[in-house]
């Protein structure tokens, strides 16, 4: 796992530097009255040294490199965000009911189902959810298109 | 004994009944689907909470919790795949038993041992609160600061990978909770300009993402279609013998549960793995151990019912969480305005009665539905995952959207999400974060103000016997992890 560690202390240094820089930019306060940036610098300060812990307990490990597996690329995994990201996309200006139909159907290659389950299955679970959130539980979802 | 009377009226309020009906429902519902756990239904909940009476929701928000540990146990013994992760030891001897044919005694002892617990964990709870919330009344800033350190260090002590990255985690959090106006001075920190940041980042897109959506995702990677093969039920009732063999070990499993539970960092997988080892050791038997003995399935239930149980005294009388549920149920008392901590018992008396008598009744609840129905729980086995993951998904998307009807919490989710799957592939725990991330502000606030209170002097960390004790066991806690010799000792332990 080592080149994963060495990846995460790498990363989390950097993320500490930046952050360090953004909570040098707050009022520090004085000593009896501390400021807003007195405790993010103590954390990113904190970061800071346990990336450097863990990027340099990777490198007396040394010699697992290479042998482990390596990430491929997972369709399944991207498809699906994907998908999320335009849901959230489209919720707003197409309402509930029609994108999450819409954000249902586009899961059809990996549920691996025929069309007409897909079509109809979705369109029945988009109902039966906006109706149980907006009448039985009162929550507000957004109407879209279909308002008026 | 007045006050706990008081709590049952309170419970036996309709829609308090209700709530504490359909809480255990989901609680035993999730409890039996592997890889969607209560701190996932917890958060999924939260936002729907958001419309109904503090103490309602908080009953039913309970339920889930206690719920599951009874529900994980029904996979454990006929699957041999643990519902929960309180319920992995059950697997060891409960699926031997299964085997046997024997799994009807299994799940009925573990449902009655469950059940026991509960109700003793119900008098524990009503004896140490006061006594507690007394304690808790001698707390100042700086007693506080050092209670959540040790708080935060001990849940990193106990998460079961690396330390180092553990450690990372909980600082991480603690950053994130730095995100949003700071209080004291009312200055925006880290906001970039964003109107939603300013509130911080909620801790409902944090949970969700990193519990509801990564879990898909790394599901996402198996076959989305698996096959279960599971045991039959056969003979439910436990013989005499089996409940002579099991009595001892659900009374020390209580009891090892109920502390482990109050302590903070601890609580009811510690608590099950605990039980086990124990009655391993007490046992004239202990070769029966991994062959099907009932006390290896009894200890451990008790422990995890009684431990989740115990988790509630710290949150509620110190309004300190111990773990991520409890963490998920500080915030859902704080969206309701609910301050828990000292004052509670007698500023809120509704709430804290109700919840209490309510763990006894969803107790009852449990074991009616679980010893007389147990065939229809199986069931829900069979649900396949290409129905149940799009309906997570959408249960996510409308929670995150809902608290604030805002799509901005739904991208924040979802960052969340692919964020928390990269990091469990680099092995970093999300427990430590989330917890952290909670914590913080009471951290920060009362380190703030401890420094003002001294003008600057660290030593008023050392003012208190109280909380110099507080820091010393932190402290320890990071030299053992340090000295190699007791860190051996510690993976042994953890092994076990």
């Given at each position: 796992m080592a080149w994963k560690d060495r990846l995460s202390g790498i990363f989390f240094l950097i993320f500490s530097g930046v952050t360090i820089y953004l909570a040098l930019m707050l009022p520090m306060g004085r000593v009896g009255k501390p400021g807003p940036g007195i405790f993010p610098l103590l954390l990113s300060v904190v970061i800071a040294f346990l990336a450097l812990l863990l990027f340099f307990r990777t490198i007396r490990s040394k010699g697992e490199f290479g042998t482990e597996e390596i990430p491929t690329t997972k369709w399944r995994l991207v498809y699906l965000l994907g998908d999320l990201c335009l849901y959230a996309f489209l919720l707003r200006p197409l309402g509930f009911l029609i994108s999450t139909w819409i954000f249902l159907i586009v899961l059809k290659p990996i549920v691996k189902k025929r069309w007409i389950p897909i079509l109809l299955g979705s369109l029945f679970i988009s109902a039966a959810f906006f109706f149980f959130f907006n009448y039985l539980l009162k929550v507000e979802l957004p109407m879209g298109i279909l308002a008026r | 004994m007045n006050d706990l009377l008081f709590g049952f009226s309170i419970v036996f309020q309709p829609s308090n009944f209700l709530a504490c009906f359909i809480g255990v429902i989901i609680g035993q519902v999730v409890g039996i689907l592997p890889g969607l756990g209560p701190v996932g239904a917890l958060s999924l909940l939260l936002p729907v909470?958001?419309?109904?009476?503090p103490t309602t929701a908080i009953i039913m928000l309970a339920g889930i919790y206690y719920g599951a540990q009874y529900g994980g146990t029904i996979t454990s013994v006929l699957l041999n795949i643990p519902g929960e992760a309180t319920t992995v030891v059950t697997c060891i001897d409960g699926y031997q038993m299964a085997k046997q044919g024997r799994a009807g005694p299994a799940l009925a002892i573990a449902a009655f041992g469950s059940f026991i617990a509960g109700t003793l964990g119900v008098f524990g709870l009503i004896l140490i609160s006061r006594p507690l919330s007394n304690f808790g009344l001698r707390f100042g800033a700086p007693e506080y600061f050092s209670l959540v350190f040790m708080g935060i260090m001990l849940c990193i002590y106990l998460a079961s990978g690396s330390t180092l990255k553990a450690l990372i985690s909980a600082f991480l959090g603690l950053w994130v909770s730095c995100i949003g106006v700071e209080v004291l001075s009312s200055t925006p920190r880290f906001t970039f300009g964003s109107v939603t940041l300013m509130d911080g980042v909620g801790i409902v897109p944090i949970c969700m993402g990193l519990f509801g959506i990564a879990e898909v995702l790394i599901n996402m990677e198996q076959a989305v279609e698996k096959k279960v093969a599971l045991m039959k039920v056969g003979k439910l009732m436990p013989t005499s013998k089996d409940w002579r063999d099991s009595l001892g070990a659900i009374l020390r499993g209580t009891g090892l549960g109920f502390f482990l539970g109050i302590l903070p960092g601890g609580g009811a997988i510690m608590a099950s793995f605990l039980s086990y080892s124990v009655e391993k050791r007490v046992s004239k038997h202990p070769e029966k151990f991994g062959k099907g003995a009932i006390e290896g399935v009894a200890g451990p239930e008790s422990a995890n019912n009684a431990g989740a149980q115990g988790n509630f005294i710290p949150l509620l009388n110190m309004g300190i969480p111990t773990n991520v549920v409890m963490a998920l149920m500080l915030g859902a008392l704080l969206i309701h305005g609910v301050r828990p901590g000292p004052f509670l018992i007698s500023q809120n008396p509704k709430l804290f009665w109700g919840i209490v008598a309510s763990m006894y009744i969803g107790n009852v609840m449990l074991l009616i539905m679980n010893i007389p129905l147990i065939a229809i729980w199986v069931r829900i086995l069979k649900i396949p995952y290409y129905i149940l993951f799009p309906l997570i998904l959408l249960f996510c998307v409308i929670g995150a959207y809902s608290i604030n009807t805002n799509v901005t919490d739904v991208y924040l989710m979802l960052l969340f999400g692919g964020l928390g799957y990269v990091a469990r592939k680099a092995e970093f725990e999300p427990a430590p974060f989330v917890l952290a991330y909670v914590l913080g502000p009471l951290l920060e606030e009362n380190f703030l103000m401890s420094l003002t209170e001294s003008r600057g002097n660290l030593a008023i960390f050392f003012r208190s016997s109280i909380s110099t004790t507080f820091l010393i066991v932190t402290f320890l806690l990071m030299i053992s992890e340090v000295l190699p010799f007791l860190k051996k000792k510690r993976e042994i332990f953890a092994k076990k």
């Open positions: - | 909470t958001f419309y109904i009476d």
